[in-house]
C-alpha cells in the first residue's frame, strides 16, 4: 500500500483519485507512525519552497522520511515535492531541504520564455530505471516556476526543455522525483506511477 504523505501543501485529491483510477490502494496520512506501515510513500507539493519545509519540520515529518528513505524503502516526490527531496533552494532566499538527493533549484530563466511554465513538454530519457519500465518519450504537464539547475547526472532519468534542460524525472536508489504532474499528465503519467507502485511492491526500486 502507498502513503500519500499529507503536510499540509500537496496535491491530495489528484494524486488520491489517480491512484484509484489505477485501483492501487493508498492512504493519506500526516501520522509518521501510519505512514511507516507502508511499502512506498508520495510526496506531493504545491506552492513555495520554504513553507514546505517550514511544515514538514514543525510536524518532524522531515526526519521521519529521512528515516524512511534509510531503511531501504522507496518515496517519490512530485512537482514540489521532487524539489524539497535535494539539498536547497533559492526560491524567496536560500533554504535547505531534505538533502537525500544532491543539487540545488533554482529559478527557471525568463529571457524567452513565460515563467511560471504551465503546460506540456516532451519527454526525453536519459537511463534506464524500473519507474520507467515500458513508458513512451510522450508529453507531461508541467506547473512550476523553479527547477533542479544543479544535481548529479547519475541520478537524472528523463528531462524536458523549456529554454533550458529541465530535470524531469530523477533518482538514486529508493528516492525519486518527478517534477511534472503524473496524475495530469494522460497515459505517460499513469504509467510511470504504475512503474513506481510496481517497483515498490517488488521492492525493486533500486537504480
Request: hydrophobic share 40%; aromatic share 10%; net charge negative.
Amino acid at each position: 500500500m502507498i502513503g500519500i504523505v499529507d503536510y499540509g501543501m500537496g496535491n491530495l485529491f489528484s494524486v488520491s483519485k489517480a491512484l484509484e483510477r489505477m485501483q492501487i490502494p493508498y492512504i493519506i496520512s500526516d501520522s509518521p507512525e501510519e505512514l511507516d506501515r507502508m511499502k512506498g510513500l508520495i510526496l506531493p507539493g504545491v506552492g513555495a519552497f520554504k513553507d514546505a519545509m517550514a511544515l514538514l519540520e514543525d510536524t518532524k515529518l522531515d526526519h521521519f522520511l529521512t528515516s524512511y528513505v534509510e531503511s531501504g524503502r522507496p518515496l517519490l516526490g512530485i512537482c514540489l515535492g521532487m524539489q524539497l527531496l535535494f539539498d536547497e533552494s533559492e526560491e524567496n532566499g536560500c533554504f535547505q531541504g531534505l538533502g537525500l538527493l544532491k543539487g540545488r533549484v533554482t529559478r527557471i530563466p525568463a529571457e524567452k520564455v513565460k515563467v511560471p511554465h504551465m503546460g506540456w513538454n516532451e519527454l526525453t530519457f536519459h537511463q534506464d530505471s524500473p519507474v520507467l519500465h515500458g513508458v513512451d518519450e510522450g508529453f507531461v504537464y508541467f506547473v512550476h516556476s523553479y527547477y533542479v539547475s544543479e544535481m548529479r547526472a547519475e541520478d537524472l532519468l528523463a528531462s524536458a526543455v523549456y529554454n533550458v534542460e529541465i530535470p524531469a524525472v530523477v533518482g538514486h536508489k529508493n528516492v525519486f522525483g518527478m517534477q511534472f504532474h503524473p496524475e495530469k499528465s494522460g497515459e505517460v503519467g499513469m504509467q510511470l506511477l504504475s512503474n513506481f507502485a510496481k517497483a515498490m511492491e517488488r521492492s525493486e526500486a533500486i537504480l
